[in-house]
């Protein structure tokens, strides 16, 4: 089945930055790699994803890169806010199931102001 | 329109209860999940349900665990004779069916086994 690891667990940067986290994935056959921000005390909401037949996508100030080749996928922020401040998880869809996912462990990012 | 909802929002219980969690998904959705979120971890999957195909019980971590789905909408997680190491939020996500639908996530049951 499915592995999807990610890092860093833990990211800390100053209002205005760059945030970046990468996953890697081990089923070549997965298709679908969504990305979910989880607020303290509150349920996880997808931000955006992609499917395998796109390199990239982009909204507003969120975007993913995919490469199929290596098997992984990064999220990038730009211009960050506090608000921005949550845990984000990535997942990987399993080819062994039906629009079934794996979730990454998740990375705390902390925006500074 | 409505999300999906979980009951309760918060059990206590204690070592060696069964407990039931309660899913209703959001109408018409044919997918269920149910994941385990232990303080500070990522989602772990547990079981997932689609249309009337036989549930995807890979994830279930012991056969204290259990799900069903009854009428191909609300769910019920069962565990029995509870474990300190159970305690954790359980959440449930449902879905269109379709490839690549996004999975919604409702409030979760935050279960404390003393």
């Known amino acids: 089945g499915e592995n999807v690891e990610q890092h860093p667990s833990t990211l800390s940067v100053q209002e205005g930055d760059s945030a970046v986290i990468k996953c890697t994935y081990s089923?070549?056959?997965?298709?679908?790699f969504p990305w979910y921000k989880q607020e303290l005390g509150k349920r996880p909401q997808l931000i955006i994803d992609?499917?395998?037949?796109?390199g990239e996508k982009k909204d507003q100030r969120i975007a993913v890169t995919l490469n199929k080749t290596a098997k992984h996928f990064s999220l990038h922020i730009t211009e960050t806010q506090p608000e921005d401040s949550a845990v984000y998880f990535c997942?990987?869809?399993?080819?062994?199931?039906?629009?079934?996912?794996?979730f990454g462990a998740g990375t705390r990012l902390a925006v500074h102001p | 329109g409505a999300g999906v909802s979980q009951s309760p929002s918060n059990k206590v219980t204690e070592k060696g209860k069964d407990v039931e969690l309660r899913c209703d998904p959001i109408?018409?959705?044919?997918?269920l999940y149910w994941y385990r979120q232990s303080l500070g971890q990522g989602l772990e999957f547990l079981i997932y349900?689609?249309?009337?195909?036989?549930?995807?019980k890979s994830g279930l971590p012991s056969d204290r665990f259990s799900a069903e789905r009854t009428g191909g909408s609300v769910s019920t997680l069962t565990i029995q004779r509870t474990q300190q190491e159970d305690s954790a939020v359980y959440l449930c996500?449902?879905?269109?069916?379709?490839?690549?639908?996004?999975?919604?996530f409702g409030p979760g049951t935050r279960l404390t086994v003393l």
């Open positions: 996500a449902s879905s269109g069916g379709d490839s690549y639908n996004e999975q919604f």
């Open positions: 089923d070549s056959a997965s298709n679908y």
């Open positions: 992609i499917r395998s037949n796109v």
């Open positions: 997942a990987a869809s399993d080819s062994g199931g039906y629009n079934k996912l794996i």
């Open positions: 109408s018409g959705h044919t997918a």
């Open positions: 349900f689609q249309g009337n195909s036989a549930p995807d």
